[in-house]
């Protein structure tokens, strides 16, 4: 068998899972140091079982857990697997394979399997116990256990003989074997002083059932008068209960016929108040409609009013524009009348022209021919520059008077044009308060619509903060009555137990439940005392028993009580008769000072409250004794008083009088003790009320926040509704204020153009008066230049002037014709120019009034539109009106038919009241009828039980006519008197001799066993020492051998030793080593030098290995102390052993790499992580041979 795979996942560093498959022969594990090697042997050992923390090197075992790294986090739990192949010879299995694993989780739980079943750490230590597997075997060898080993006490280092020998299994039954036997030795003192216990009982037992015959004999006598007695008085209680009951069977008939009679009331009422439920159901959904069509007509009547004020508006711009439309009519037709008369003229004016053109030719020839002459030439020259002066004098005239022409058109525009401007500004005066009030609207509208909003989102706030609130309710709810059922369970339990009288002795049971028939009876003790809580296990421990006692009124009703206990065989009971009874004088008192040392509390009468009717009871329990602090406390009062009383602490550790101490563990307080009992009644009670008052609490608290949670809801609707509406009236307010926008900035466009006509008029005017003003500066000095060109002409001969005459006459016509002429022309001008004005001014009055068209068509639309809406809604509000109108009578009949049912109602009350008067008082006589028959089956019933009790049958007696009561109490009373001489009488004394003999038989039986049980279990604790004595000297011999030969072999010479150090005792002996190296004398393995010590302690190894092969052998640079030399000898012979047995070294040495079959390197490639790399050397060999 090997070490097949280890398999780890969030051992110490190893964070991944991790697998490991190993071979035969020798597996080397390599890496730099703190790279989680040997945590690889700590996970081998832990496996196996190591439970031991300082080994696994650490100080909690939830270390081994991966705690996380700077990228990792921590995992929650480490598993560790071995597998083994060949285990089916090895160990004795059905299968050739085993795997064992650890878990351990971060909570502490851990768990182990063997092939993936749960098993016990017991299971796997038993698998591999004597193999050389186990985590303290001599296999698995870590970093330092050389030298622990080889520097460990003799005694310790046996153990890896034990192993070796095979005897572990043999000192775990040894063991076991002494522990029966000491278990049988403690069972035979108890049986022998049992039986010696027993025995000393058996003779006045015996005295004790010779009594209890008599007492029995004269019992049964007395028993069948009681018998009689109380057969006779069962009759006549019957006779008296057969009466009563009749007489309760007619009232109870009067009741069921009143019963049924109430059934029809209630049934007719309930189908009246589930009609008066649906009416005022129906009524309150009529008036929801009602309200709904109100706020519906409210609506629509603003909508309505909103139509008819747009309505208006827009008949008001129609208007304009119409005024509007018939003035730029007026203006076309104008323009048009002046362009039609502008154009005749300017056809007459052309043809003038023409007429004129002629004349100046015709003229122009004939003054050329005068103009040939010298004179005519010279005069000519200046009357040619007067003429031209002339001309352009007339020029600037006729300039002049265009322009004074176009100034006057020019001003007529402009009036024109300030007249619309005026009317466009009019218009957008008119629609600004329209803006204004739209604005206001809408402010208005958005504020509400915000404001909405914001008491929207406050309630479905509130109601979310009332549904968290109801949720947090509820589950305080439910916790709270999870905590109520636990507390009511408890309650009803111990309730139970006190009804049953749990804990209390028979004969207190039994006389606590007569207690009716035993008069003077008061109670026990413990129905009469209260203590506090942290007195109350001292009060238990000082009372005991006393708790039970019961107190009388007197010793009369003790005897009764005593007697009555006798006759039933029911037991024992002690009773405290309060007019006999003397409390003991304290002997405290006898000691001044006593209450002044530290930790006493006082005397334990002071810490009980009780009646002072009844003080004498507990004075008389607890008058001598003192409670303490604690034990120290407790010591030093009771040397205080010398022992002479009782001293209790508070924890229930007693000192009796004398100096006896007992105390330990005090167990918890059950439900069994009486007084530890009604406390936790009471505490439960108080806290069964404290939950069903904060149960309660928050039941209301739950109901108000769900009235709030509807109050809510209804809040959230009305608030969106709201929001609602006022974001509809938003949306319509700002559609209106979006449309008279569309309107004002259409006029003032409109306003704008004529204002930019107005400025361009302006500038054309202004224009026109430069030229004016130049025209006219030009025309007066043309006129002076005439002037004196007409002097210098005066001058000139008379002949010039006749010769002028002609040319005078000639010239005048042809100025008069050039003048004409250029009149002509520029009339002609100016007419096409003022043409060419009006065809401008004609386009722009069209376009003006092309755009009004359109203007005047969008309104027509919306008004249409508008009264398209205004029918509609005007139908939608009759409709509505209707609707309103009749549920305004339906709502009217069902108040009626409401109140109707309503009145019914009261009618039927009052009919039931007077009903429920008279059941009254059927059920006043019918509960006084019950009580008197409760009474008297009760009386009954007691009696048969009591006959039952007394007579153990039910069967009455068979009474003679003659019967006389007196006689037969007298003769009663007679048999009770010699009872009562016979004194106390144990009744089961003969049954109790006859279980005591039994006992005592059965004990002597079971002694007789055990004895011989503990000679055998000796006879086998022999037969292991001898067997364990003769494996362990076989193996030490063998293995010293073994040992001698490895020495040998390792140091090429010398000689090693192995002596016991106490021969005499071979199973308790420890062994020591001692070597001798070549060259050197023997002396102990511990004066050896590192290298020797690690040497002969490999040949130990070896020598067990040759004895006794382990399955595999895991060792942690066990060689990291040899030199070179001593190194080569070990890993040859290591290589010789690996033929037979599995070798994982983990080591940094080349040598042993150089051996191994297959390198595991273990690195790190991140903090706090290691990884394992894997790597055949056999593969390697063969590829670098090849």
């Avoid at 009348?337 to 002629?358: F, I, M, N, P």
């Avoid at 218009?427 to 609207?441: C, G, H």
């Avoid at 009062?637 to 007693?654: N, P, Q, W």
Wanted: net charge negative.
């Amino acid at each position: 068998m090997y070490l097949k795979r280890m398999e780890l996942f969030g051992f110490k560093s190893f964070a991944e899972k991790t697998e490991l498959h190993f071979t035969p022969g020798i597996v080397a594990i390599i890496g730099p140091n703190g790279c989680g090697k040997s945590n690889l042997v700590d996970a081998v050992r832990w496996a196996l079982g190591e439970q031991s923390v300082k080994l696994l090197r650490g100080n909690r075992m939830e270390e081994v857990i991966f705690s996380g790294s700077a990228s990792r986090k921590a995992l929650n739990f480490a598993e560790v697997s071995l597998t083994f192949t060949g285990a089916a010879s090895f160990l004795n299995l059905d299968y050739d394979e085993v795997t064992i694993t650890r878990r351990l989780f971060r909570s502490g739980e851990s768990e182990y399997l063997i092939n993936k079943s749960a098993c016990r750490l017991k299971d796997i230590t038993e698998l591999f116990l004597d193999t050389g597997i186990g985590k303290d075997i001599y296999s698995v060898i870590g970093q330092g256990r050389v030298e622990e080993i080889i520097n460990s006490k003799p005694e310790d280092r046996r153990e890896i003989f034990e192993e070796a020998a095979g005897i572990l299994k043999y000192k775990l039954r040894k063991k076991e074997a002494q522990r029966r036997l000491e278990e049988t030795r403690e069972n035979l003192v108890r049986v022998q002083d049992l039986i010696i216990e027993l025995e000393t009982q058996v003779e006045p037992m015996q005295e004790q059932a010779a009594v209890a015959r008599r007492y029995r004999a004269l019992k049964e006598q007395k028993e069948h008068l009681e018998r009689q007695l109380m057969t006779h008085r069962i009759n006549r209680s019957r006779e008296q209960l057969s009466l009563t009951e009749r007489q309760l069977q007619k009232v109870n008939d009067a009741l069921a016929a009143a019963a049924a009679e109430g059934a029809a009331r209630e049934a007719s009422l309930q189908e009246i108040k589930g009609r008066e439920a649906e009416e005022l159901q129906l009524q309150a959904e009529l008036e929801r409609q009602l309200n709904r069509l109100s706020r519906e007509i409210e609506q629509q009547e603003g909508e309505l009013r909103l139509l008819q004020e747009r309505k208006t508006d827009l008949q008001e711009q129609l208007g304009q524009i119409g005024s509007r439309r018939e003035q730029l009519d007026a203006e076309t037709a104008r323009a048009r009348s002046q362009l039609a008369s502008l154009e005749d003229e300017l056809a007459k004016k052309r043809e003038a022209v023409q007429e004129e053109r002629a004349q100046r030719d015709r003229l122009q020839e004939e003054l050329a021919a005068f103009e040939k002459s010298a004179l005519f030439s010279e005069v000519e020259a200046q009357q040619s520059k007067l003429y031209q002066t002339r001309t352009r004098y007339e020029a600037a005239v006729a300039a002049v008077a265009e322009l004074n022409q176009q100034l006057e058109r020019l001003q007529r525009r402009k009036a024109d044009l300030e007249e619309s401007d005026a009317a466009l500004k009019g218009q957008i005066a008119r629609l600004r308060p329209r803006r204004q009030e739209l604005e206001t609207r809408l402010q208005a509208c958005a504020a509400e619509a915000a404001e909405a909003g914001k008491k929207l989102a406050q309630a479905e706030a509130e109601q979310k903060a009332l549904q968290a609130k109801g949720a947090r309710c509820q589950q305080e709810l439910q916790q709270g009555r999870e905590e109520l059922r636990g507390v009511n369970s408890r309650l009803q339990l111990l309730q139970e137990q006190e009804a049953g009288m749990s804990g209390y002795y028979r004969g207190v049971r039994e006389v606590l439940q007569a207690r009716p028939a035993i008069p003077g009876i008061i109670g026990p003790v413990v129905d009469l005392i209260a203590v506090e809580d942290r007195y109350l296990r001292a009060i238990e421990t000082a009372l005991g028993g006393g708790l039970q006692f019961i107190v009388t009124n007197n010793e009369d009703a003790a005897k009764e009580a005593i007697r009555f206990l006798k006759e039933g065989g029911r037991g024992w009971a002690t009773f405290l008769p309060l007019d006999t009874l003397r409390p003991p004088r304290s002997s405290l008192e006898g000691y001044p000072g006593w209450r002044e040392l530290e930790g006493v509390i006082g005397k334990a009468t002071e810490l009980v409250e009780i009646d002072p009717a009844y003080a004498k009871a507990v004075q008389y329990l607890l008058d001598g004794i003192a409670i303490c602090r604690d034990l120290e406390a407790a010591s030093r009062l009771a040397r205080f008083v010398k022992h002479s009383c009782r001293v209790i602490t508070l924890e229930g550790d007693v000192i009796n009088p004398g100096g006896a101490l007992r105390g330990g563990s005090v167990p918890r307080r059950n439900a069994a003790q009486p007084l530890g009992r009604r406390k936790e009644i009471e505490a439960l009670e108080r806290e069964q009320r404290d939950l069903q008052q904060k149960i309660a609490a928050q039941e209301e608290t739950i109901k108000q926040t769900n009235q709030a949670l509807a109050r809510s809801s209804t809040e959230i609707e009305r608030a969106r509704g709201a929001a609602t509406a006022a974001a509809e009236e938003l949306h319509k307010a700002r559609r209106a204020l979006e449309e008279l926008q569309q309107e004002e900035k259409f006029l003032a466009e409109q306003c704008r153009k004529s204002c930019a006509d107005l400025a361009g008029i302006e500038e054309e005017r202004e224009e026109l008066k430069q030229r004016l003003a130049k025209n006219e500066q030009d025309r007066d000095n043309h006129l002076q230049e005439s002037a004196v060109l007409e002097q210098e002409l005066a001058g000139k001969k008379e002949l010039y002037q006749r010769s002028m005459e002609r040319k005078k006459e000639l010239d005048a016509a042809l100025t008069e014709a050039l003048v004409q002429l250029n009149t002509a022309l520029e009339q002609e001008r100016s007419l096409a120019a003022s043409i060419n004005r009006l065809q401008e001014e004609l386009a722009r009055l069209q376009r003006e009034r092309s755009a009004l068209e359109a203007q005047e068509e969008k309104i027509k639309k919306s008004l249409a539109a508008n009264a398209e809406a205004q029918k509609g809604i005007s139908a939608a509000l009759d409709q509505l009106h209707q609707q309103s109108a009749w549920q305004l009578q339906e709502l009217g009949a069902q108040r009626k038919s409401a109140d109707a049912a309503r009145a019914a109602i009261m009618e039927l009350e009052a009919e039931e009241q007077r009903w429920r008067s008279r059941v009254n008082r059927l059920e006043k006589r019918e509960r006084q009828l019950a009580l008197d028959q409760a009474h008297l089956q009760a009386d009954l019933n007691y009696q048969q039980l009591r006959y039952q009790e007394l007579f153990r049958t039910a069967e009455l007696l068979e009474l003679d006519p003659s019967f006389e009561n007196e006689a037969c109490a007298q003769q009663i009373e007679s048999l009770n008197e010699d009872l009562e001489a016979m004194g106390e009488v144990n009744l089961g004394a003969v049954e109790e001799l006859a279980r005591l003999q039994e006992r005592i038989d059965f004990l002597k039986s079971q002694q007789d066993d055990l004895r011989k049980g503990e000679q055998s279990l000796r006879k086998v604790l022999a037969e292991i020492d001898q067997r364990m004595e003769h494996y362990f000297i076989t193996t030490f011999e063998v293995i010293h051998k073994n040992m001698q030969q490895v020495f040998t072999d390792l140091f090429q010479g010398g000689q090693v030793l192995l002596k016991l150090t106490d021969p005499d005792n071979v199973l308790e002996s420890g062994i020591e080593i001692s070597a001798q190296p070549p060259g050197k004398k023997l002396q102990n393995i511990s004066l050896l030098s590192t290298g020797e010590k690690v040497l002969t302690a490999l040949s130990l190894l070896f020598a067990i290995l040759k004895h006794k092969p382990a399955p595999f052998y895991l060792l942690d640079e066990i060689e990291s102390a040899l030199d070179d030399v001593n190194l080569t000898r070990f890993v040859k012979y290591l290589k010789q052993a690996a033929a037979g047995a599995q070798f994982i070294l983990i080591t940094h040495r080349k040598r042993t790499m150089e051996e191994a079959d297959v390198l595991y390197g273990v690195t790190m490639p991140e903090s706090g992580v290691s990884k394992v790399v894997s790597l055949k050397l056999d593969q390697v060999k063969d590829e670098r041979a090849s």
